[in-house]
């Protein structure tokens, strides 16, 4: 506004106005100086250097707007007397422009990758003065206030500043600190938590808290340096799934890294992997309906604590993955849900909007601006925290527009197919752009379909990431192991199907948080048989999963073998451990590591077929299977075979490629994990008689319901 346009001195001022274009009549104009104060008594206008006066600011005719003449053009202060407290502040209205133009053409083309940094609240200097600098993107809202700890949540006391045409409003806030507790309150949404916020209230609080910049010195520069080869498809990679709430109760990230890490070194897992901590509103969504993609949930501490936590877990050897989910987001009030009241994040039309399922909704993933939020996200996890990798939850929601949906509920594409074209291209531009800035960091899509280059780079139109879980290995294993081992036999391809497609893509197999939840049983209840028979078959079950091709994941609580279904609000039973065969299973998952780790040719090979080849595949009547798994040259193979059925076999004979002495490096029936302790007498030489293509073999003997695993010994 013009001062020729200014009102003159006194007159009234529309409230609505004074919030809608607070920059056009507060602060200073041609000596007269204006503040907005609802409930102020007096104000007096004091120079900043040595604070003597040089002004009085008179109530007008607009109740709560104050106005007077200065005598001095140099900057100020407000001394404003409240009914019960006097305050000293600058005035927010003194201060120019505070985003550059780069910064909101970036956020508008979504390329502003940096977003944690500069948008949401950042605790800052402007003109000297320190305080905080708050921006969001609310375009269509009639007009945006940041109310908070620092002005009694009045809507009235800070209006933002709109930034056309980027849509962004903001508002630099003198004397704010770390610390303090904040919303913004857009008209025609209601208060709004910060999108971008970097910390939170413990729920069920829902205000965004002010964070100051992390402050936390690295000392991981080694595992940073060399975590890329540490993650490579040649790499041992074995996932110890995490719920932090529900591990061991009381924890927070100090006393997770004193618990936490010293049991996942001893059991051998190279990396933790915990369910989202972005933070979210509802315990019992387990984190996979966050709101605060920004900011590691407030239930176990600080962002710096967080950073604490992966630092240690570094120090220790561990990578640790983030599960991030940029599928949907709940339909909270305080979240992204109609944030400047209308569809910002999501789509109007519920077709493309919504999820019966999850009863969440879809972020419009062809719009520039949702897409830079959720990369930038990914990075801010991947950069700030030096976070190994992020699992990316639900893609499969993610790339078919008809997902979940019956005919006629869902709007095809611009071919008139079902495929979601502004996902896919979203999903290669994340894992793009992770590959570009993040040295060594690895990116893991949940998708349970047969799209094709799921981990086929970006270069060659695949979706770029660098693993995949694989739903139909897990499917189909429990699918098998939980039949009674007399129907086995009919029932053989479920564990030979995997195979056909076990090297299109580099994949993970899990057994994961999902199959032990909503009456699936816990792994050990899905096991057919007596108690022995059960053991014995999630022994076996763990022993066939570290054998076979694919990167490895277990879900806390499989590797003690719990009875229950896991439940989020309780810790897991740990007394479990004082019975023998809980703890041999425990035992046999740290050798199983062990193993995996120590024997090449159980990784090097994990996603190429040159390192598996089946020599008994067809003994359905037995339901015996074998196989060799390779590594590269010089790397000693290692012969698996497992047995099924509960019936010991005698003598069984398997071909094997070198005539020398072969000795078991795993029997899952071994006495020091529960099992009969049958077996091979730990070692066997093999004959000079021709089998399954090799020119000399092993008499085995197979123990029941059980898989041993035996090397050629130099």
């Known amino acids: 506004m013009s001062a020729a346009s200014q009102p003159r001195a006194g007159a009234a001022i529309d409230p609505a106005l004074l919030l809608r274009e607070p920059f056009a009549f507060l602060g200073p104009h041609d000596g007269v100086v204006r503040a907005y104060l609802p409930g102020a008594r007096d104000v007096e206008v004091l120079r900043r250097g040595d604070r003597a006066p040089i002004g009085r600011l008179t109530e007008t005719q607009t109740r709560g707007l104050f106005e007077g003449g200065v005598t001095d053009r140099a900057p100020y202060l407000l001394r404003v007397a409240w009914p019960d407290a006097m305050q000293e502040t600058e005035d927010p209205y003194a201060f120019g422009l505070l985003l550059g133009d780069v910064d909101l053409h970036l956020f508008n083309e979504g390329r502003h990758f940096e977003m944690g940094r500069v948008f949401g609240a950042q605790p800052m200097q402007v003109d000297g003065v320190a305080g905080v600098r708050f921006a969001v993107w609310a375009p269509?809202?009639?007009?945006v206030s940041v109310i908070g700890d620092f002005n009694s949540w009045d809507s009235r006391r800070h209006p933002m500043r709109l930034r056309h045409p980027a849509g962004v409003w903001e508002l630099f806030v003198p004397r704010v600190a770390a610390g303090a507790r904040y919303k913004y309150d857009i008209v025609g949404a209601g208060q709004k938590a910060d999108p971008i916020a970097r910390h939170s209230e413990t729920p069920p609080g829902t205000a965004s808290v002010v964070a100051a910049p992390l402050d936390w010195h690295w000392q991981d520069e080694a595992w940073m340096a060399g975590r890329g080869a540490r993650q490579s498809p040649a790499a041992p990679i074995s996932i110890y799934e995490v719920h932090l709430?529900?591990?061991m109760a009381g924890l927070d990230w100090d006393r997770a890294a004193e618990k936490l890490i010293p049991y996942v070194r001893d059991m051998g897992f190279t990396h933790v992997e915990l369910l989202p901590i972005t933070e979210h509103p509802f315990s019992g969504s387990w984190g996979y309906q966050p709101i605060g993609m920004f900011a590691p949930t407030a239930r176990f501490g600080t962002p710096e604590g967080f950073a604490r936590f992966v630092d240690a877990l570094h120090r220790a050897g561990i990578g640790i993955l983030l599960d991030w989910v940029p599928a949907h987001f709940p339909s909270d009030a305080h979240g992204l849900a109609r944030f400047d009241g209308t569809a910002l994040y999501e789509h109007q039309d519920p077709r493309e909007g919504f999820h019966r399922d999850w009863n969440t909704l879809i972020y419009n993933f062809g719009r520039r601006e949702v897409q830079g939020f959720l990369i930038a996200s990914a990075l801010y996890w991947l950069e700030q925290f030096h976070v190994d990798g992020l699992r990316v939850d639900a893609v499969a929601s993610m790339l078919y527009r008809d997902y979940s949906r019956a005919?006629?509920?869902w709007i095809p594409n611009v071919h008139g197919g079902r495929e979601n074209l502004?996902?896919?291209?979203?999903?290669q531009h994340l894992n793009a752009v992770v590959a570009e800035r993040c040295r060594g960091a690895i990116m893991i899509?949940?998708?349970?379909?047969a799209w094709p280059g799921v981990t086929r780079p970006t270069t060659e139109q695949g979706l770029g990431f660098h693993y995949k879980w694989n739903m139909g290995w897990m499917h189909d294993t429990l699918r098998y192991v939980s039949r009674d081992p007399v129907h086995r036999r009919w029932h053989h391809d479920d564990v030979t199907f995997?195979?056909?497609y076990a090297f299109s893509e580099q994949f993970i197999l899990p057994l994961s948080h999902d199959e032990v939840v909503h009456g699936k049983a816990s792994l050990l209840g899905k096991m057919p048989g007596d108690r022995w028979q059960r053991f014995a078959n999630l022994r076996?079950?763990?022993?066939?999963?570290?054998?076979?091709?694919g990167k490895k994941l277990l879900f806390m609580g499989g590797?003690?073998?719990q009875p229950g279904e896991w439940n989020h609000d309780s810790s897991l039973d740990w007394r479990l451990l004082d019975e023998p065969d809980h703890a041999g299973v425990q035992h046999l998952v740290r050798d199983l590591n062990a193993v995996y780790r120590r024997e090449p040719a159980m990784h090097r090979l994990d996603g190429d077929g040159r390192g598996f080849r089946w020599l008994i595949g067809d003994d359905r009547s037995n339901s015996v299977f074998a196989f060799l798994r390779s590594g590269k040259h010089g790397d000693r193979p290692v012969l698996v075979v497992c047995n099924m059925t509960p019936a010991p076999r005698y003598a069984y004979s398997v071909g094997v490629p070198r005539a020398a002495r072969w000795r078991e490096i795993i029997n899952t029936d071994s006495r020091f994990y529960g099992g009969s302790d049958m077996g091979n007498a730990g070692s066997i030489t093999a004959d000079t008689v021709a089998a399954h293509g090799e020119a000399q073999s092993l008499k085995l003997t197979l123990p029941p319901l059980a898989v041993i695993a035996l090397r050629p010994e130099d």
């Open 407 to 409: 005919h006629g509920e």
């Open 245 to 247: 709430g529900s591990w």
């Open 559 to 561: 590797e003690l073998a």
């Open 140 to 143: 269509n809202a009639g007009h």
């Open 422 to 427: 502004e996902a896919v291209s979203f999903l």
């Open 445 to 449: 899509a949940e998708e349970s379909t």
């Open 498 to 500: 995997g195979l056909l």
């Open 540 to 549: 076996a079950t763990l022993g066939l999963m570290w054998m076979h091709p």
